[in-house]
Structures are given as structure tokens and as C-alpha cells.
């Protein structure tokens, strides 16, 4: 059964860091681009970082310069280093795997992030 496990969520204060981490069981990560996603109470889900199959990495103005998406193919795992974390980052934060020739993309069960004083 393909699972998307997320870990690393948490309280942090403001100015705080978290390294957020989603594994994979039941698919292979090394040809699918990879993204999170997250959802703040009252809003839409958006996205806030992407890293293609090639290691290739982008981030909306929100939170360029602060996060940072990696991929590690050999441990089906994806990442999101998250630094000077802001109140407006809270959210739920989502991985999500993008669809290959024969398979539909997936999706986690989200991971709380909570910055606040």
C-alpha cells in the first residue's frame, strides 16, 4: 500500500527552525517531482516548495530564502528545512508526489506546524 508519512511538525517559537521530513512506502520517489503544500485555517492550500526529479528547487515569495526542499532518492524521502519561521507559517504541511506514467499523484496526511510565542 503506498504511504506518504510526514515528521518534524511542532510548536517552535517565532525565529525558530524545523526540519519537516516525508517518507515514502509503496512508490518510488526518483522519477516524480515533489512538492509541499500547506493549509492555514481559513485558506486555500498553496504551495511552498517544489524540487523536480532533477534536484531542480522553487519557492513562492513567501518563503524564499527561508525554506529549503530537498531530496534524498536512495531513502524515498523528501524534506523541507524551514528557518526565521514566522506566525504566518502556521499551517498543516502536506507532501505530495506528482503522478508518473503509471501511477496518480499522492499526497500525505499533513504534519502541524505551529509558530507562535
Known amino acids: 500500500q503506498v504511504q506518504l508519512v510526514e515528521s518534524g511538525g511542532g510548536l517552535v517559537q517565532p525565529g525558530g527552525s524545523l526540519n519537516l521530513s516525508c517518507v515514502a512506502s509503496g512508490i518510488i520517489f526518483a522519477a516524480r517531482g515533489l512538492d509541499w503544500y500547506r493549509q492555514a485555517p481559513g485558506s486555500e492550500r498553496e504551495l511552498v516548495a517544489a524540487?523536480?526529479?532533477?534536484?531542480?528547487?522553487s519557492y513562492p515569495d513567501s518563503v524564499k530564502g527561508r525554506f529549503t526542499i530537498s531530496r534524498d532518492n536512495f531513502k524515498n524521502t523528501v524534506y523541507l528545512q524551514m528557518n526565521s519561521l514566522k506566525p504566518e507559517d502556521t499551517a498543516v504541511y502536506y507532501c505530495?508526489?506528482?503522478?508518473?506514467?503509471?501511477?496518480?499523484?499522492?499526497w500525505g496526511q499533513g504534519t502541524q506546524v505551529t509558530v507562535s510565542s
Open positions: 505530495h508526489a506528482g503522478r508518473v506514467w503509471n501511477d496518480r499523484e499522492r
Open positions: 524540487i523536480s526529479f532533477a534536484g531542480r528547487a
